[in-house]
């Protein structure tokens, strides 16, 4: 799914998340984070996400007020 990602940090504590970023898959689970320092257009998804492993995550963001 098309998102815009502002600046956040994602940390997932079961399953996985991707993200593409200029065509780059980025998959990232338990054992990672996603750190995006600023607003950046990307597509992302659960592929992977199911009832029995659903995706659970924390989502940290902020804005330059």
Same mark, same amino acid.
Not at 2 to 22: H, M, Q, R
Not at 48 to 53: G, L, P
């Given at each position: 799914?098309?998102?815009?990602?502002?600046?956040?940090?994602?940390?997932?504590? @079961?399953?996985?998340?991707?993200?593409?970023? %200029?065509?780059?898959h980025?998959?990232?689970?338990? %054992?990672?984070?996603?750190?995006?320092?600023?607003?950046?257009?990307?597509?992302? @998804?659960?592929?992977?996400?199911?009832?029995?492993?659903?995706?659970?995550?924390?989502?940290?963001?902020?804005?330059?007020a």
């Open positions: 799914m098309p998102a815009v990602y502002e600046p956040t940090v994602v940390a997932i504590l @079961g399953g996985t998340k991707e993200a593409v970023l %200029d065509g780059n980025h998959i990232y689970g338990s %054992d990672q984070y996603l750190l995006c320092p600023m607003t950046l257009p990307v597509e992302a @998804g659960t592929p992977q996400a199911s009832e029995e492993n659903p995706l659970i995550g924390v989502v940290l963001t902020w804005s330059h």
